[in-house]
C-alpha cells in the first residue's frame, strides 16, 4: 500500500476500493465457484491501487468529490485485473506467484484463470450502463474507457512482438518505450481523466492530468524493467527475472547489449541466458554486469526525465492537497525504487 504521513486520504482511499471491491464476486450457483475464486483473488493483486488512487485524485484535484467516483475507480481496478490474469496466462509470463500469493492459473487452474478473465473483461460494461448520468458524459467516459483498455492491449502486442525477434536483437529503445506507454500509460491517463471529468474538470484541466498520466505511466513502467532485475521478489511480491525468462525487451537489457563489445562474453552470458531463469549466481552477475555497463543508471535517468515531464503538466491545476500529492508521486515511487536496490 502507498502510504505517506503527509497525505492520510491515500489510505482512505485504498481501504475505500478494497471494501468496495471485497467479495466483489458472489454466486449461489456452486457449479460455478470456481471461477468467482480467482476473480476474487485477481480483484486484490494490486497493493498500491494505483489506477483507483489516481481516478480519486483526478476529481479531487479539479474540486470535485473524489467519492463521486467509485463507479470509474472500481471499473480501473477491474479491467487492470483482468489483464493481470492474462499476463500470467502461460501464453505470456507463466507467472507462478503474485502480492506474495500464488496466482489463479496455479492455484485454481489456466483454464478457470482465463475464462475469469473473459468475466472481468465484461464487468464495465455493466457498469458503465447502470450510471444514471448525462448521456454526453457517459458518452465521454466510455470512449475514453475504449481507448485506454484497447490500447493497453495493442501495448501487449506491441511488447509481444518484441519478444519474438531472435535472442539478442538490439531495439531501437524509442519503440520500447512506445510499448510500455501504450502497456502503462494508457489505463493511467484513463483513469485520472475520468476521475476530473467526473469532478467537473475543464477540457484544459483533463489535457494535462492526461499529460502527467502518459510521462508519468512511461516512467513507472520502465522502472518496472529494473525492478524485475535488480530487486528481489520478496519485495515485490511477484516473481523476479521473468523479462530475461520470457525474452522481453527490457530496456536495461537491451542497453547492455548495445554497449557491450559484440564478442565479449559477457554479451554471450546475457543472449545465452534469455528463454530460460537464470540460477541465483547468474542473476548475481547479471546483477554486476547491469551495473558496470551503465545500463541501470540510463534507465534511471530516462525514468527522471518523464517524472519531471509528469510533474510540469500539473503546474495550473488548482493548488490543493491532491496536486500536492500528484506533484511527489514520481519522486515517490522513484525514491522507492533505489531504496529497494540497495536492500
Given at each position: 500500500?502507498?502510504?505517506?504521513?503527509?497525505?492520510?486520504?491515500?489510505?482512505?482511499?485504498?481501504?475505500?476500493?478494497?471494501?468496495?471491491?471485497?467479495?466483489?464476486?458472489?454466486?449461489?450457483?456452486?457449479?460455478?465457484?470456481?471461477?468467482?475464486?480467482?476473480?476474487?483473488?485477481?480483484?486484490?493483486?494490486?497493493?498500491?491501487?494505483?489506477?483507483?488512487?489516481?481516478?480519486?485524485?483526478?476529481?479531487?484535484?479539479?474540486?470535485?468529490?473524489?467519492?463521486?467516483?467509485?463507479?470509474?475507480?472500481?471499473?480501473?481496478?477491474?479491467?487492470?485485473?483482468?489483464?493481470?490474469?492474462?499476463?500470467?496466462?502461460?501464453?505470456?509470463?507463466?507467472?507462478?506467484?503474485?502480492?506474495?500469493?500464488?496466482?489463479?492459473?496455479?492455484?485454481?487452474?489456466?483454464?478457470?484463470?482465463?475464462?475469469?478473465?473473459?468475466?472481468?473483461?465484461?464487468?464495465?460494461?455493466?457498469?458503465?450502463?447502470?450510471?444514471?448520468?448525462?448521456?454526453?458524459?457517459?458518452?465521454?467516459?466510455?470512449?475514453?474507457?475504449?481507448?485506454?483498455?484497447?490500447?493497453?492491449?495493442?501495448?501487449?502486442?506491441?511488447?509481444?512482438?518484441?519478444?519474438?525477434?531472435?535472442?539478442?536483437?538490439?531495439?531501437?529503445?524509442?519503440?520500447?518505450?512506445?510499448?510500455?506507454?501504450?502497456?502503462?500509460?494508457?489505463?493511467?491517463?484513463?483513469?485520472?481523466?475520468?476521475?476530473?471529468?467526473?469532478?467537473?474538470?475543464?477540457?484544459?484541466?483533463?489535457?494535462e492530468l492526461s499529460n502527467f498520466a502518459a510521462n508519468f505511466g512511461i516512467a513507472y513502467q520502465l522502472s518496472d524493467h529494473i525492478v524485475d532485475l535488480m530487486v528481489n521478489n520478496e519485495q515485490t511480491g511477484k516473481d523476479n527475472f521473468s523479462d530475461i525468462k520470457n525474452n522481453q525487451i527490457n530496456l536495461v537489457?537491451?542497453?547492455?547489449?548495445?554497449?557491450?563489445?559484440?564478442?565479449?562474453?559477457?554479451?554471450?552470458?546475457?543472449?545465452?541466458?534469455?528463454?530460460?531463469?537464470?540460477?541465483?549466481?547468474?542473476?548475481?552477475?547479471?546483477?554486476?554486469?547491469?551495473?558496470?555497463?551503465?545500463?541501470?543508471?540510463?534507465?534511471?535517468?530516462?525514468?527522471?526525465?518523464?517524472?519531471?515531464?509528469?510533474?510540469?503538466?500539473?503546474?495550473?491545476?488548482?493548488?490543493?492537497?491532491?496536486?500536492?500529492?500528484?506533484?511527489?508521486?514520481?519522486?515517490?515511487?522513484?525514491?522507492?525504487?533505489?531504496?529497494?536496490?540497495?536492500?
Open positions: 500500500m502507498l502510504i505517506t504521513k503527509d497525505f492520510p486520504f491515500v489510505e482512505d482511499c485504498h481501504n475505500r476500493i478494497n471494501d468496495l471491491l471485497s467479495n466483489y464476486y458472489t454466486d449461489n450457483q456452486k457449479d460455478f465457484s470456481a471461477l468467482l475464486e480467482p476473480l476474487n483473488r485477481a480483484l486484490f493483486y494490486s497493493r498500491r491501487r494505483l489506477r483507483s488512487l489516481l481516478v480519486y485524485c483526478g476529481a479531487g484535484v479539479v474540486g470535485g468529490i473524489p467519492e463521486n467516483a467509485d463507479w470509474i475507480a472500481v471499473l480501473y481496478e477491474i479491467i487492470t485485473a483482468s489483464y493481470v490474469l492474462i499476463d500470467d496466462s502461460i501464453i505470456f509470463d507463466s507467472g507462478k506467484e503474485r502480492a506474495n500469493l500464488p496466482t489463479p492459473r496455479i492455484e485454481y487452474g489456466e483454464i478457470p484463470a482465463i475464462l475469469s478473465a473473459c468475466i472481468l473483461q465484461l464487468e464495465p460494461l455493466f457498469l458503465l450502463t447502470k450510471q444514471q448520468i448525462e448521456y454526453s458524459e457517459l458518452n465521454k467516459l466510455s470512449k475514453i474507457f475504449y481507448e485506454s483498455a484497447s490500447n493497453t492491449v495493442k501495448g501487449s502486442y506491441a511488447e509481444h512482438k518484441l519478444s519474438s525477434l531472435p535472442k539478442g536483437t538490439l531495439i531501437d529503445e524509442h519503440k520500447i518505450i512506445e510499448a510500455s506507454s501504450l502497456l502503462t500509460s494508457s489505463l493511467l491517463i484513463g483513469a485520472i481523466t475520468s476521475g476530473g471529468i467526473i469532478g467537473g474538470g475543464t477540457n484544459h484541466q483533463i489535457d537489457v537491451n542497453y547492455s547489449l548495445q554497449i557491450l563489445p559484440f564478442d565479449s562474453s559477457a554479451r554471450k552470458e546475457i543472449i545465452n541466458i534469455l528463454g530460460s531463469h537464470p540460477s541465483l549466481d547468474m542473476q548475481l552477475k547479471l546483477k554486476e554486469i547491469f551495473q558496470e555497463t551503465g545500463a541501470i543508471q540510463h534507465c534511471l535517468d530516462i525514468i527522471s526525465q518523464y517524472n519531471a515531464l509528469a510533474t510540469s503538466s500539473l503546474q495550473q491545476l488548482p493548488d490543493n492537497k491532491y496536486r500536492d500529492f500528484l506533484m511527489k508521486l514520481p519522486d515517490i515511487y522513484f525514491e522507492q525504487l533505489i531504496s529497494n536496490m540497495k536492500e
